[in-house]
């Protein structure tokens, strides 16, 4: 059975510094792997996604990804409060086509304080 | 990103009745519909994944008959829970997948928060 790891948290990072949250996954043939940042009480959002393995920045966001190791990541530059949520990896098997089911973690809390 | 509605935002109801959420990709076409269940303080549950024309493909443990799901087009997802109960209420959030200026993605809708008295 597919299974994405992640640590529960909480996460408590002060303002301003990097938070790293980490995942692993056990299928090694995954292809593309998702980061999504989930508000309490609100529905998931889509941060970033990362196919090749290195790291893939946007904004304050970087992902990194080792295939080798099963490992990806989500670095946050510069935490903010608003920052402070439950960030969701997930994993599917294809990095195209249109029937692939995402395998999410059960997430990790982040809490950034002022 | 690309946007996925879903209608409506919320929902009371009695027990025994039936309640249908919809979901729209606004801006792309949707090959694939995914409907999860989470209740408070847990994770994303999938329940059913849909493409467009065929019938449902459901995960373990959940009630086809209970759960019932159109997929009539490329933008549309209908779920239907049939005769609903306290034990259904949940947040009932939908997600598309299809192909974007990002490449295959799949997008969440709002949810849809269902109280079953």
């Known amino acids: 059975q597919k299974e994405v790891e992640q640590n529960s948290g909480p996460l408590s990072v002060p303002e301003g510094a990097i938070a790293s949250l980490n995942c692993t996954y056990s299928d090694r043939g995954s292809q593309s792997f998702f980061w999504y940042r989930q508000y309490s009480g609100k529905s998931p959002e889509l941060i970033m996604f990362i196919y090749s393995n290195g790291d893939k920045e946007d904004g304050r966001f970087t992902a990194q990804l080792n295939k080798a190791s099963q490992y990806v990541s989500l670095l946050i530059r510069d935490s903010q409060p608003s920052d402070s949520a439950t960030y969701l990896c997930a994993v599917n098997e294809g990095s195209g086509g249109s029937n692939y089911k995402l395998t999410f973690g059960k997430g990790t809390l982040l809490t950034v304080n002022p | ?117």
């Open chain 2, 1 to 117: 990103g690309a946007v996925v509605s879903q209608h409506p935002s919320w929902v009371i109801c009695k027990s025994g009745t039936s309640v249908k959420i919809e979901c729209r990709s606004l801006d792309f076409q949707a090959t694939t519909m995914f409907w999860y269940r989470q209740f408070p303080k847990q994770s994303l549950m999938l329940m059913a994944t849909s493409n467009e024309g065929s019938k449902a493909t459901y995960e373990q443990g959940v009630e086809k008959d209970k759960f019932l799901i159109n997929h009539a087009s490329l933008t549309l997802s209908t779920l239907t829970v049939t005769s609903a109960h306290p034990e259904d209420s949940s947040f009932y959030i939908c997600s598309a997948r299809g192909r974007t200026s990002g490449g295959y993605t799949q997008y969440f809708g709002p949810g849809t928060r269902l109280t079953v008295l």
